[in-house]
C-alpha cells in the first residue's frame, strides 16, 4: 500500500497520477474523475485519523497500566512495613515495678481484683484489652506489680496477624535468655503455641509463646516481666573459685598495728 506504516503524507496530485495517469476528456469522464478523487481524499483523511487515535491509545493504556503498577507497588510495601513494626508497650512497662497504691486506677476499674495471701500474689485482671497484672508482696513495700500477662498484639504493640520471632526480636534489639519452665505459669492471657522463649529487651523480660515456625501472633500469649521475677537457667554462668575472691583487709587491724 502507498501508506503503509502511516508514513509520508501522500498529495492529492500524487493520487490522482497514480489512478488516473492519462489525460481526462468529456463532461461524463470529468464528473467521474472528481468523485474518484474525493473517495480517495476522504479515505485518506480517515486512515490517517485511524493511526493517530490507535496512537494516542495505545499511549494512554500504557500510562494508566505504570500508574496502577506503581499504586500496587507502594501498597505493598506500606503493607510490609506495618507487618513488622513492633515495639515495648511503654503504657505497661513503665508502671513495673511500682505498688499496687501507686499504680492505682490507671488503667481503669479491673474487672476482678484477688489476694493470694498464701502464695503472696495479687492479681488484678482487666478486660479490653484482656490483661493480668501480677503484683507480688516484698515484704516492706507492699503488693509491686512484677509482671503483666496480656496477648502480643497488646504487649508488644503490634496489629498484623503475626509476625516472626526473629523480626520481632530484630526491631526491639533484643537478646535471647535461657529460661526456666516455670515462667509458662505467667502466661495466663491468650493462645499457648508449639514452644516459649524468653528473651531480655531494654531492661525487661519477655515470655513468648510461639508456634511451629516461630511465629508470634497477635493472639499469642505474651508477659512482659522485671529481673527480679524473670527465672532464668544460669546453670552455664561463669562464677569465681573461692581462691579468686579476694578479703579485704579490715581498718580494726591496721588500727591496732598502728599502736604498738
Do not use: W
Not at 461524463?28 to 493517530?52: P, Q
Not at 505497661?92 to 488503667?107: M, P, Q, R
Request: with cysteine; proline share 2%.
Amino acid at each position: 500500500m502507498f501508506l503503509e506504516g502511516c508514513g509520508d503524507i501522500v498529495s492529492d496530485n500524487e493520487i490522482i497520477q497514480a489512478v488516473l495517469p492519462f489525460d481526462l476528456g468529456g463532461k461524463t469522464m470529468k464528473k467521474r474523475f472528481l468523485i474518484t478523487v474525493l473517495g480517495l481524499t476522504m479515505g485518506s483523511a480517515l486512515l490517517f485519523s485511524g493511526c493517530g487515535s490507535k496512537k494516542d491509545t495505545n499511549e494512554s493504556s500504557q500510562a494508566v497500566a505504570e500508574s496502577t503498577t506503581a499504586a500496587e507497588s507502594t501498597t505493598a510495601e506500606t503493607t510490609t512495613a506495618a507487618a513488622v513494626k513492633v515495639d515495648i508497650n511503654y503504657d505497661i512497662a513503665n508502671h513495673l515495678d511500682e505498688s499496687y497504691d501507686d499504680i492505682g486506677k490507671a488503667f481503669g476499674d479491673p474487672a476482678s481484683d484477688d489476694i493470694k495471701e498464701d502464695a503472696g500474689e495479687r492479681l488484678v485482671k482487666y478486660t479490653n484489652p484482656e490483661r493480668e497484672f501480677h503484683y507480688y508482696n516484698d515484704g516492706t513495700s507492699g503488693y509491686m506489680l512484677q509482671a503483666v500477662s496480656g496477648k502480643a498484639g497488646d504487649i508488644l504493640s503490634f496489629t498484623a496477624d503475626k509476625v516472626s520471632l526473629s523480626d520481632a526480636m530484630n526491631q526491639m534489639e533484643a537478646k535471647e535468655e535461657k529460661g526456666l519452665e516455670s515462667n509458662e505459669a505467667l502466661l495466663t492471657v491468650g493462645q499457648k503455641g508449639e514452644s516459649t522463649v524468653v528473651f531480655e529487651s531494654e531492661g525487661y523480660y519477655f515470655v513468648v509463646s510461639v508456634d511451629k515456625d516461630k511465629n508470634i501472633t497477635k493472639d499469642s500469649a505474651v508477659a512482659i516481666v522485671t529481673e527480679d521475677k524473670i527465672a532464668l537457667d544460669n546453670t552455664g554462668a561463669e562464677t569465681k573459685a573461692p581462691s579468686e575472691v579476694k578479703t579485704p583487709e579490715t581498718t580494726a587491724a591496721e588500727s591496732t598495728t598502728a599502736k604498738k
